[in-house]
């Protein structure tokens, strides 16, 4: 999980900036799991990048992230 992950609650704006275009991809595949509504602002090279942290489910006293537990 990225580090940044757990400094944002549920419902909360994660901002990332002074990201070069080219790393938004990769950026963005790494906070996945953990953030929706994603957007991308850029300026020449440079890139922002937003997002909203995924609401979290509990289950069985852990936390899962919009996560669908596995059956068994």
Known sequence: QPRLTSYCRPGGLLLLSGILE???GEIRAAYAPHFENFEVLTD???AAVTAVR???VSTDDKVYN???RASG
Do not use: P
Request: a negative charge; proline letters at 0%.
């Open 22 to 24: 080219e790393q938004v």
């Open 66 to 68: 919009n996560v669908e």
């Open 44 to 46: 020449g090279a440079w």
């Open 54 to 56: 995924r609401a979290a």
